[in-house]
């Protein structure tokens, strides 16, 4: 077993792989106390080796790594990758491509809803992984030898599950499928942080648009904390704590120590004068700067519970039909929202469509049916239909 930690190395371990058509990537990475993910290790594999990358060397320049993320003529497979590529997004402002996502490639397949590594591995190649090493503190040095071979299994059964997994979407014709799916996963957009969006994240309906301008502030400016200070958001302020503060709008230390989730420390150090500005700021805006309140959704029609059963019993048949994961198709807000008569949803665009967005607009058209052929639930033309 190889083990990077020195530059030059890893530079000629980039240099071999950037010859391979594909080569397979894992991280191993702790957050529990931080709010960047903090990279332990990297496992990667070509054709003839599977090696192990030690970010945490010292010294280790990890460019010539990400160098290779970067070079289109490797393809980089992963499993469940998006916390991986945000890493890397995040350490060197680069998303990998071209990537191909195993468990992605998986659910377009038929192996169901993100489908385990283990799983898949199992039910592809009939390897079982031992998967006793999982609860590992991967920052801890030195690492056992099992610890290791743990993460170099995430690697190595990789490229079989990829290889077998790529055949079937050519059998299948399925291949464009997955590519809007990639599209996603390779999107700067994925993992870029929006501080301004941070208080869609938090559950709670402000009464009124005072409330919800405080809310918005106070989500912004616990995110700004925390990624400046390398911190979970709970270490900052807890969601029951901003939500707390934005119904009371405390205008004191002593008033914002008295709330139930703020605690005395973070009322009295920097944290609490900040958060009595905010609420100081927002008291102070005129009405014309408030946000608008979201306009509370019409009821539903009357009947569109019914309708969202009779499209989630048909997606059912169809993704049992075409072999496909029902998550990938269409989610069950989604088939609500389409009962209930709205069409600018992802499952009424490209392939979804083709597949069965046409489908369910004409079964609540009443132009198709479910009932029974041979036995088994089908999609049926309505009575009088070819």
Partial sequence: MRIITETAALRDLCRDLAAEDYITVDTEFIRERTYWARLCLIQVAGAREAVIIDPLAEGIDLSPFFDLLADERVLKVFHAGRQDVEIFHHLAGRIPAPLFDTQIAAMVCGFGDQVSYGALVERLTGVRIDKGSRFTDWARRPLSQRQLEYALADVTHLREAY????E???RSGREPWLKEELAILTSRETYEQDVDEAWRRIKFRPRDARQLALLQRLARWREEEAQRRDLPRRRILKDEAIVEIASEMPRTEK???ALRNVSADQARKGAGKAIVKLVEEVLALPKEQLPQ??????PHPEGTQARADILK???KIVCERENIAPKLLASAADLEKLAAGREDLP???GWRREVFGDLALQLLRGERVIGLKSGRPAILPARGEC
Avoid: F, I, Q, T
């Avoid at 290889?163 to 790529?166: C, G, I, S, T, V």
């Avoid at 309140?293 to 019409?298: C, D, P, T």
């Fill in 163 to 166: 290889e077998k997994l790529r």
């Fill in 168 to 170: 079937e979407l050519r």
């Fill in 255 to 257: 008033a914002l120590a």
């Fill in 293 to 298: 309140l979201a306009k509370r959704e019409k």
């Fill in 313 to 315: 019993l048909a997606l």
């Fill in 347 to 349: 499952v009424l665009k």
